[in-house]
């Protein structure tokens, strides 16, 4: 079945170009993602230093955590970018294949994720002690809302590989979901330099 | 199990909140009862609540436009009444709460549930007509934001009967609308509101830039698209924008209010200046959201009704866009007073005032698109020609306002009132009024009556005069707005005069629904056989009024800015193919408002903190769109034979209306371009000039 799409392998790869109709539509939505997270941003930075007397992100943070964290969506890209080329080769099994793996390492990300905001709470630093641990959880949590969001989608779309096989509506739905995970681990980079980084760099003196 | 919900919530102390509530629940029972007794809920069903046509899906928007046009304009009218009367030191009839809950519903409506649902049914309607399309990029999601948008209108509508709505004025301010000022469910219903709202017309916006880059008939390059087209499309790129930040700062305040978090409290760390820049971070380009497009639909008018072409359309585009750009730099304008050191608030005043050369440019071009026209003094006219005057004379007390310095004595004040209704008003409402009348035929196969519509033009013009002018007076004599008793006798004149004026703007209204209704009766007389009732220019005057649901028989080519015009001219409109095609459209689906009534389901349980129900409504969106994702066979084939059929019964239409006889006549005229061989390709004009 793999070696033998039941579509023409053209009218796949056509599909799960970036700049057909639906994609470009897709693009357009991604921009309007783009605002949302950096109103998100803006929420952070401006808040960042208001600790209300509570725990300040040198309390709160482990740079060793958050690095298997980065380095598991950083792959889950890399498994998503093999999953593509499959979609071009036509190899329907690689690709859930791929998907898998890529779904596993989102689930380690965010399994990640929540355990930690589980002990940071346990630690008394909730998203109502103060403001920056509310733009804190605000930032961290949408991305991870995304990031759960986008699994739901994965396990979607394997789903429908399963049964109706690498037809050109799924390639094209793969190629939207691709940008949508990329721009998952875009995002990601940049809370990792907006939060992490610079709130364990400053640790010492706040 | 009910969260916050108990019986409490049904009890209104308020003999006028009774009173609106049994009006309601009354009208609502009489129209399910006339539905059931005529049988007409399979025709809904089948012809409305499951359709993805775009122009069906515009004329509901615009149903919902003006049932909260009657809603927003009672609040209003009931503000008026209660400063009218009260007098200096009274009680009036009103009671505070009941006086912020108007002037906060009222906002709301007229920002959320009437301006934008107009004018995104006038885009429904007109867009993928004028772009030669078939219908938009995404019928499906199209139909969700319509849907969306009457979920959204139907939880303002519910917090009349259920609890109450916001007391914290259309912006919302923090730390007002926070749970410590606003413990009710007012806030809530108003957040719920807009986010519904908001979200659906960001998915709008999506689908309009999509659509008008991507599904353009062939020939039909940028510059060659009508101006309506254009400001929609800036437009679009706007919503993509902003509304983003509203939905952000609505959800943040929403977490604030219902787990204690302290994105906007004044205490813990929190920051209510975030709230109120994050707010205007989408307020400013929503005030140009609103107002681009009607200037699109004033060029429309201006063109047909002058009968030439628009003058100085590229001024006109880079005008839109710079508009558009500008609309994102002057949002602190919005709040001078409240601590930005001078440099800043200088800074803003500039690029507030910078707006004004690009609209001034618009204002110029259409005043030269009508100099040595032929103008035909149709209603739509009369609007443009409001419109000119009027909101010339609110642009200048914008920039007045510009002005930080100035900005300190008048903010918050009646003037600054009057300043956005003088903008909004003839810039918004008047545009939509145009589109309302000139699209109408398009749509429903017959003209609006002209005489009621004269009395609704003159009843808004005159009314907005008398009820605003005075609110300018009041303002320099110093009377802060939202006031719902005060102490200083001098200003109830003013107001009394102001409240006359909405008595007229009242006659307005009432005109356009008798003119509505009368067009309707003399629907015969009215009809408009050749689906070209004005000798328009664009695209969508070459099909059949009301269109097929496939609108264009035959894809069309565009070789020039005045599509339809240059097809009339060069006696290429109306041209038929050897040979129909099948045409392959979108099926009817019932997504939509099982989406749309989940999120209505959604805001009310998470307004009332019934969380149960909150979260089966979340399941059972992903679980619908998931279930609608495994399904392929999303079209349906309109045999050419049909299509074939339905354009021999136009023709014989058009022969009975003797159009090819006279469609030799049709010349152009103008100061652009000269009669003789005007249609030229600009690509062969531009070779065909010697090489330097």
New interface residues.
């Given amino acids: 079945m793999a070696s033998s799409p039941s579509y023409d392998l053209n009218r796949v790869r056509a599909a799960a170009r970036a700049d057909t109709e639906v994609n470009f539509g897709f693009w357009a939505y991604l921009m309007s993602d783009v605002v949302l997270f950096s109103m998100l941003f803006l929420a952070y930075v401006n808040l960042s230093q208001r600790f209300a007397g509570g725990p300040t992100p040198a309390d709160i943070f482990s740079l060793h955590g958050v690095f298997l964290e980065t380095m598991a969506l950083l792959a889950s890209s890399l498994t998503f970018g093999l999953a593509m080329v499959s979609l071009h080769q036509g190899r329907k099994n690689h690709i859930i294949g791929w998907l898998l793996a890529t779904a596993v390492l989102g689930i380690y990300f965010l399994w990640h994720e929540v355990s930690e905001f589980v002990h940071i709470i346990h630690e008394g630093a909730s998203f109502t002690r103060s403001g920056f641990l509310s733009a804190y959880f605000g930032l961290v949590g949408t991305h991870g809302a995304h990031v759960f969001f986008g699994l739901i989608w994965i396990a979607t779309m394997v789903a429908q590989l399963a049964i109706k096989g690498l037809t050109p509506p799924i390639a094209s739905r793969l190629a939207r979901l691709s940008l949508f995970w990329h721009f998952l681990d875009l995002v990601w980079i940049c809370v990792f330099s907006t939060v992490y980084l610079p709130g364990i760099l400053a640790g010492g003196s706040s | 199990m009910f969260g916050k919900l108990t019986l409490d919530a049904l009890y209104h102390y308020n003999p006028i909140i009774v009173f609106a509530n049994v009006l309601m629940i009354g009208t609502g029972i009489l129209v399910v009862g006339l539905l059931t007794y005529y049988r007409k809920w399979g025709y809904l069903y089948r012809e409305w609540f499951t359709t993805v046509d775009h122009k069906k899906i515009g004329v509901i928007y615009i149903f919902i436009a003006l049932i909260f046009l009657l809603r927003g304009f009672i609040d209003a009218a009931m503000v008026r009444g209660q400063q009218a009367t009260v007098g200096a030191g009274g009680e009036g009839y009103l009671s505070a709460a009941h006086f912020a809950e108007l002037f906060t519903g009222h906002g709301t409506m007229m920002i959320f549930f009437m301006a934008m649902p107009f004018l995104v049914g006038l885009m429904n309607i007109a867009i993928p007509l004028q772009i030669g399309a078939r219908d938009v990029?995404?019928p499906l999601l199209n139909a969700v934001s319509v849907w969306l948008t009457a979920a959204a209108g139907a939880l303002v509508m519910i917090s009349l009967l259920i609890g109450s709505f916001s007391e914290a004025g259309w912006s919302g301010y923090t730390p007002f609308s926070g749970l410590e000022h606003s413990p009710g469910p007012g806030v809530d219903y108003w957040i719920w509101a807009l986010q519904i709202s908001g979200i659906s017309t960001?998915l709008t916006?999506?689908?309009f830039?999509?659509t008008i880059?991507?599904?353009r008939a062939p020939g039909m390059t940028l510059m060659r698209m009508p101006m309506f087209t254009w400001t929609v499309l800036c437009t679009s790129i706007l919503i993509?924008?902003?509304?983003?930040?509203l939905?952000?700062?609505l959800a943040?305040l929403a977490?604030?209010r219902s787990?204690?978090?302290?994105?906007f409290?004044s205490?813990?760390?929190?920051?209510q200046m975030?709230y109120i820049n994050?707010f205007w971070?989408w307020g400013h380009p929503e005030v140009y959201i609103l107002v681009l497009p009607a200037f699109g639909i004033f060029s429309e008018v201006v063109t047909t009704y002058c009968n030439k072409r628009l003058f100085g359309y590229t001024s006109m585009v880079w005008a839109t866009m710079a508009i558009a750009f500008l609309s994102f730099g002057v949002w602190v304008h919005h709040f001078y007073t409240m601590g930005q050191d001078p440099l800043r608030n200088s800074i803003f005043g500039i690029a507030t005032m910078v707006i004004a050369i690009p609209t001034g440019v618009k204002i110029y071009d259409w005043i030269w698109t009508m100099f040595r026209g032929r103008i035909e003094y149709k209603l739509p006219m009369l609007w443009t020609l409001g419109f000119l005057i009027t909101f010339v004379m609110g642009g200048m007390s914008g920039v007045l306002l510009a002005i930080p310095g100035a900005d300190y004595k008048m903010h918050n004040s009646l003037f600054l009132v009057a300043h956005f209704h003088n903008v909004l008003i003839p810039g918004t409402m008047f545009g939509l009024l145009a589109g309302f009348y000139y699209w109408w035929p398009k749509v429903f196969g017959f003209r609006l009556d002209e005489k009621w519509g004269r009395h609704s033009f003159w009843g808004w013009l005159v009314g907005f005069y008398v009820a605003f002018v005075p609110l300018y007076m009041l303002g320099i004599m110093g009377m802060p707005r939202r006031m719902v008793t005060y102490d200083n006798p001098t200003w109830q004149f003013w107001l009394v005069i102001a409240a006359i004026g909405a008595i007229i703007v009242a006659y307005g209204i009432f005109a356009m629904f008798m003119q509505i209704y009368v067009s309707w009766r003399d629907r015969e007389k009215n009809a408009d056989l050749t689906g070209d009732p004005w000798g328009g220019r664009t695209l969508e005057w070459a099909i059949p009024s009301p269109p097929p649901e496939y609108n264009f028989a035959v894809v069309p080519e565009v070789r020039d800015r005045d599509a339809f015009m240059e097809m009339k001219v060069n006696n290429r409109a109306y041209e038929r193919p050897a040979k129909y095609e099948d045409i392959h459209m979108p099926k009817s689906t019932p997504l939509p408002i099982v989406v749309a009534a989940l999120s209505f389901f959604f805001g009310f349980a998470y307004v009332w903190h019934i969380w149960w129900l909150a979260g089966l409504c979340v399941l059972g969106t992903?679980a619908a769109v998931?279930a609608r994702?495994?399904n392929?066979e999303t079209e349906f084939v309109i045999p050419a034979s049909e299509v074939q059929a339905d354009e021999d019964a136009f023709h014989a239409r058009l022969k009975q209306a003797d159009v090819f006889t006279h469609i030799d006549g049709i010349q152009e005229f103008g100061d652009e371009r000269t009669p003789a061989g005007a249609f030229v390709e600009p690509t062969t004009r531009a070779t065909s000039g010697a090489p330097s």
């Fill in positions: 990029s995404f960001t916006g999506v689908n830039v999509t880059l991507k599904k993509v924008v902003s509304f983003p930040a939905t952000a700062a943040l977490l604030d787990v204690g978090t302290h994105f409290t205490i813990m760390g929190g920051d975030m994050m971070l992903v998931i994702s495994f392929d």
